[in-house]
């Protein structure tokens, strides 16, 4: 069974940063893009951040400029780095890998002072 697992969530104050990282099995990592999405309580899930396996990134503007995704093909990592958080960015974090559609377990980001 291919697993996504999270990790790095937290409570951190408004302007604080947090680093969430994702890992799976390499032979599922390697050449496939990966994808980040967070799910507010009564909203939907939206995605928040996608990289391709040659790098290639993309965030949503609602975090354009404060998160950035990165990965490490050699760990089979992919990590999403927040900065300045916003209460707003509270939300369950989940790792997704698109191709295989499988999703990690969801780690929860609360931002409050």
């Known amino acids: 069974q291919w697993q996504l697992v999270e990790s790095g969530g937290g409570l951190v104050q408004p302007g604080g940063s947090l680093r969430l990282s994702c890992t799976t099995a390499s032979h599922i990592f390697t050449g496939y893009m990966m994808k980040w999405y967070r799910q507010a309580p009564g909203k939907e899930r939206e995605l928040v951040a996608a990289?391709?396996?040659?790098?290639?990134?993309d965030v949503a503007d609602s975090v354009k400029g404060r998160f950035t995704i990165s990965r490490d093909n050699a760990k089979s990592m992919v990590y999403l780095q927040m900065n300045d958080l916003r209460p707003e960015d509270t939300a369950v974090y989940y790792c997704n890998h698109p191709s295989l559609n499988i999703w990690g377990q969801g780690t929860q980001v609360t931002v409050s002072s």
């Open positions: 990289i391709t396996t040659g790098g290639y990134s």
